[in-house]
């Protein structure tokens, strides 16, 4: 199970929930190389993204329970998993180690990008039209922090703003979305 359908994986959840390890490893299969992919553009390290990696399917099996399909698919659900322990990990380096991702690393893989599949997930049309909404500086700091995994104080240093004046323009613009999203 390779390339699985966002069904086929909101159906291995309640599977995972129940303590199915055969499902845990066909979601793995089926998911494993975007979410290192995720992990690998955050962290630019192979050895510290897979043991992220790690931990992200550990945290999945521990709370699979907790997955709810009419808040996100299976991907954004566990695509912001990695995302998270990447930083997480990230940020456990110190302040030495935020350096900016690197743009120009490419992986060995035929399918579809992680990204990609964050789009085209269910609420993925709502999101885009609600981002069109913000401002521009404000959508874009907003997509480098939570689609590219910059830190706040990376993205402040990049920007030559205050980590301050960032941290307001993402929260503004994430009170926007959320309000657009209620709608």
Do not use: H
């Not at 390290?45 to 992220?52: G, H």
């Amino acid at each position: 199970m390779t390339a699985a359908t966002p069904d086929e994986l909101a159906r291995l959840m309640p599977q995972i929930a129940a303590g199915d390890r055969a499902a845990l490893r066909r979601l793995y299969e089926a998911t494993s190389a975007k979410l290192f992919g995720v992990c690998l553009r955050i962290l630019s390290d192979r050895d510290e993204s897979e043991d992220v990696l790690q931990e992200v399917y550990l945290t999945i099996w521990r709370r699979a329970d907790r997955f709810e399909a009419g808040r996100a698919s299976v991907m954004t659900w566990i695509s912001t998993i990695a995302r998270n322990r990447a930083i997480d990990r990230l940020r456990a380096r110190g302040p030495m180690a935020r350096a900016e991702p690197v743009d120009d690393l490419e992986i060995a893989d035929d399918s579809v990008p992680a990204d990609a599949l964050l789009e085209a997930a269910d609420d993925a049309g709502a999101l885009g039209r609600c981002m069109d909404e913000l401002d521009a500086r404000t959508a874009q700091v907003i997509r480098t922090a939570f689609f590219e995994g910059v830190t706040y104080e990376a993205l402040a240093a990049r920007l030559s703003t205050p980590l301050g004046t960032v941290k307001s323009w993402i929260r503004r613009g994430l009170i926007k979305l959320r309000g657009c999203l209620e709608r």
